[in-house]
């Protein structure tokens, strides 16, 4: 899932001070955490409240789209209900905003996130945590299914690099070694010999920016 | 403290102690006295309505305070028909005359059915009440454990005898009762928060992504309604909108500072005649994992204050700690309050009724802090 985070009030209430009728639009695809109607209603009553102070009086106006990033369905739902508004909050993923600023061009659409990674929730510990750079070249067959070019720091292909104390990275004492959890999880396995292998270096070629399905 | 053990009439008979559905009264072995734990006790009042030689005080809804509401109401509602109901499955009035088929009643609403004693009962038959209707909750959705089978059998006893003095079978009619999820599953975007905060399992996601639920299971914390997204779940009796009517009608009635209280209806007991001062109005909830933060945006929005949410703690939850997860969404939303300049409007606190006077202090010391900011903007 994509992961985003709420940028400050402070901040997306400069961006909407310009206008007056603003709709917003959560998302209710991978975003994470859910990014949907409660959010945008919230959105709306937070940002109402706040520009009260700031003698500022918004109109606003709730919604949300399956998923924002397709243009289809971003249509489909805003379309009928942009009329009258200056701009469009956006509560989805940069590709979201864009899609929907492509579908505008006439309108303003700000972004009320910020989009961080491609991961995973740990919904008991209230934490998300990259899990994927979108490399484009996957190698998690023979990592015991734990990527190093995403969760090492030094984005090591063979690895370790004899840095980490206590099984945590050098560079962030807070993050596991992700060469010491693969060592682990393929010594689980009875799959150390994988580690014999040489790596060549990536080919950042693989990454692609536009693929036919 | 809301319970109290007299000694001096105790006779030791332990059916408190058999009855009480949290182990809080122990049995001293040495000396054979009988003692209450009070830190364990949640004030169901079922030892008190069952002690055979009047040994316990209560203070709320003991059976004198019960016998004078209703001499009360009985004038206010001009009904010879009283319906005693446990809050935790109280319906609103159009439901409980589906259910019984009265529609002129005096409503009696209290924490467990099982506090009733014999004696209100019986008060009640005397003042000239003709028609007594129960409403208890199922077996499984009692919150005090014990307190939906004590209150069956008692009406069943009570009802023998009634028979022997002639007032006809069954004079006392027993219904139970539970206010569980409602989803709009058209609404659903299977974003899986209902089935991963439900305490009860009561939630499963399928693919393709849409949200099922055993409302067998379902104990109406409302947790779920307060983390679903999309908005897709309504609580049977605290639907959104009807909240939201709530908000506005008490907003409407009260002076500037305006509080708005969010209780949940086991962490205070109010009283039965129970009023505010004009600045403060209270809303009772199933559990405060049903405080939405929609609503309390909205109270703000519509002229509030301040909101104060009153909750058990953890410990104490009847909904398996779903209190806690509560307490986890208001910080969340004063962090945001705070970003736009509503310091100090929102605050939350713990508190249980075994000690009735905690509610009142933090009342009375959140209602100083929001005089003070109030009078501070008046200034400006």
Do not use: A, E, M, R
């Given at each position: 899932m994509i992961v985003t985070a709420q940028k400050p009030l402070d901040e997306i209430l400069d961006s909407i001070s310009p206008y007056s009728n603003i709709l917003i639009a959560g998302c209710d695809g991978c975003t994470q955490p859910p990014r949907g109607l409660r959010e945008a209603k919230t959105l709306s009553q937070l940002l109402e409240l706040g520009g009260r102070l700031r003698g500022k009086n918004f109109l606003f106006k709730a919604t949300t789209v399956?998923?924002?990033?397709d243009s289809f369905l971003a249509a489909s739902a805003l379309k009928p209900q942009v009329d009258g508004a200056a701009a469009v909050l956006s509560l989805a993923c940069g590709a979201g905003v864009q899609t929907v600023a492509e579908l505008f061009p006439g309108l303003s659409v700000l972004p009320a996130q910020n989009t961080h990674f491609i991961g995973v929730e740990d919904r008991e510990g209230g934490i998300l945590e990259e899990r994927c750079t979108a490399c484009g070249d996957c190698i998690l067959a023979r990592m015991g299914g734990i990527c190093p070019v995403t969760r090492c720091a030094k984005g090591l292909l063979n690895g370790a690099c004899g840095g980490a104390r206590n099984g945590k990275c050098e560079m962030d004492p807070a993050k596991d070694c992700a060469w010491e959890l693969i060592f682990l999880r393929l010594e689980k396995q009875g799959n150390l010999d994988r580690l014999k292998e040489f790596r060549p270096a990536r080919n950042y070629q693989l990454r692609a920016w536009r693929l036919t399905p | 403290m809301a319970l109290k053990l007299n000694e001096q009439y105790c006779s030791r008979c332990s059916i408190c102690r058999s009855l009480c559905p949290f182990e809080a009264i122990k049995k001293d072995s040495e000396t054979g006295k009988v003692l209450l734990e009070i830190e364990k006790c949640q004030v169901c009042g079922i030892c008190y309505s069952a002690c055979p030689a009047k040994a316990i005080d209560i203070i709320y809804y003991d059976s004198d305070s019960l016998i004078n509401y209703l001499e009360r109401a009985r004038q206010e509602y001009g009904s010879e028909a009283l319906v005693i109901m446990c809050k935790g499955s109280a319906p609103d009035f159009t439901e409980v005359e589906r259910l019984f088929g009265v529609s002129k009643f005096i409503p009696l609403s209290v924490p467990c059915v099982g506090r009733i004693s014999d004696e209100v009962f019986l008060k009640a038959i005397a003042m000239g009440i003709r028609e007594i209707y129960v409403l208890a909750c199922d077996e499984n959705y009692c919150r005090f454990h014990r307190g939906s089978p004590v209150t069956g059998r008692r009406v069943l006893a009570f009802n023998l005898l009634l028979e022997q003095l002639g007032y006809g079978r069954e004079a006392i009619t027993l219904k139970r009762h539970s206010l569980r999820v409602k989803a709009d599953r058209d609404l659903c975007i299977g974003c899986g928060n209902c089935a991963f905060y439900c305490p009860y399992g009561a939630a499963k996601l399928d693919s393709p992504g849409r949200a099922n639920f055993d409302l067998n299971s379902c104990r109406g914390c409302g947790l779920c309604v307060a983390m679903c997204p999309a908005l897709a779940l309504e609580l049977e009796n605290w639907e959104r909108e009807h909240i939201s009517n709530l908000i506005s009608k008490l907003l409407s009635e009260m002076k500037s500072p305006r509080i708005l209280v969010f209780r949940c209806q086991w962490a205070v007991f109010p009283p039965l005649d129970g009023e505010f001062s004009p600045n403060v109005r209270a809303i009772d909830l199933p559990c405060t994992a049903r405080v939405d933060t929609l609503h309390i945006l909205e109270a703000l929005q519509k002229g509030a204050d301040g909101v104060l949410i009153a909750a058990c703690p953890e410990e104490d939850c009847k909904q398996e700690k779903a209190s806690g997860r509560a307490q986890h969404l208001v910080a969340a939303l004063r962090e945001k309050l705070n970003q736009i300049g509503f310091q100090d409007r929102l605050h939350f606190c713990s508190v249980a009724p075994r000690y009735d006077e905690r509610f009142d202090k933090e009342l009375q010391q959140f209602s100083q802090r929001i005089k003070d900011i109030y009078s501070k903007g008046e200034r400006k």
């Open positions: 399956v998923k924002q990033c | -």
